[in-house]
């Protein structure tokens, strides 16, 4: 469920911050870097995580995120 949470938020970020995107069938297909992630818990309070990675949406509607942590140390999760 944690997983899925990410990439709704993913999804979201990738909306906003475009680095590359292919307009042959859609808007969205296409790689996009994600700059922030944010986590928004039952209550409706938001958290930011300082992750950073990449979205690819693909014209086959696959979706693709790459996530990390740019702290080396800091703990998985």
């Not at 899925?4 to 979201?12: C, D, E, P, S």
């Not at 309070?45 to 696959?62: A, C, H, L, M, N």
């Amino acid at each position: 469920m944690k997983n899925f949470k990410i990439a709704l938020v993913a999804l979201t970020l990738a909306a906003s911050s475009a680095a590359f995107a292919d307009n042959s069938k859609s808007s969205i297909t296409g790689a996009w870097r994600m700059t922030s992630l944010q986590v928004t818990d039952a209550s409706g309070d938001r958290t930011e995580i300082p992750y950073s990675g990449q979205v690819i949406f693909s014209t086959g509607g696959t979706l693709s995120v790459q996530a990390m942590n740019p702290d080396a140390a800091a703990q998985p999760v």
